[in-house]
């Protein structure tokens, strides 16, 4: 048994019922090794459930580190290679919100989200901070609009890219569809793109007045 299989179980595990309500037995079980395993390798629970928050760290950073890497070029005077930056980023995250794979690893974050402790500051000294940081400063010289400005555009920004996984039962209700196929996410990413557009246009008109 992997380590690795063992912690996509437990983020599984703690994503669905919270580090309280998780056994570690039933984890244990789950991953077809002894209990005595998690208390070597992580001392307990608690030590299980930081190690998942890495876990998720390191395959966010897996997943978006080459993308956020392609996107470092961009200059601070090129505002249409930062909105283009930006575009390729955000699709990225849609595509990547759409995947069945984030499931766990989503409800796990949602969790820490509303009550944030240890793990989501591991978590968010990896790759989501990291991102959220490089996409505020993309949308700075994309629209030239001040710090605290572009920050909060950023948060609309994820938003719609975050929506697609946080709401995923509601959309795939209003959108009538049992999964988000190719035709339908293309068409999604596509609405986001005009979506953001719309939000840099007002805020570079914003700037010029």
Not at 51 to 75: K, R
Not at 161 to 173: F, G, N, Q
Request: hydrophobic letters at 50%; charged letters at 25%.
């Amino acid at each position: 048994m992997s380590q690795g299989r063992l912690l996509d179980i437990a983020i599984r595990e703690f994503g669905a019922k919270g580090l309280e309500g998780a056994s570690t037995r039933g984890i244990a079980a789950a991953a077809g090794t002894a209990m005595s395993s998690i208390t070597y390798h992580y001392g307990g629970k608690d030590g299980l459930y930081l190690a998942a928050a890495d876990h998720i760290a390191q395959h966010m950073a897996e997943e978006m580190a080459d993308a956020l890497a392609a996107e470092a070029g961009v200059g601070e005077d090129d505002a249409e290679g930062a909105r283009a930056a930006l575009h390729r980023l955000i699709g990225r995250l849609v595509e990547k919100m759409a995947g069945d794979d984030t499931a766990d690893s989503s409800l796990f974050i949602l969790r820490e989200q509303y009550s944030p402790g240890e793990a989501f500051e591991r978590i968010w000294a990896g790759m989501m901070g990291q991102l959220m940081k490089r996409l505020a400063d993309l949308v700075c010289v994309a629209t030239g609009a001040p710090g605290l400005a572009a920050r909060i555009a950023t948060v609309t920004l994820m938003g719609q890219a975050m929506a697609v996984r946080a709401s995923r039962a509601a959309v795939l209700r209003l959108l009538e569809v049992e999964e988000l196929d190719a035709p339908t996410l293309h068409t999604l990413k596509a609405r986001i793109t005009s979506n953001m557009d719309a939000i840099l246009d007002r805020m570079v008109a914003e700037e010029q007045q």
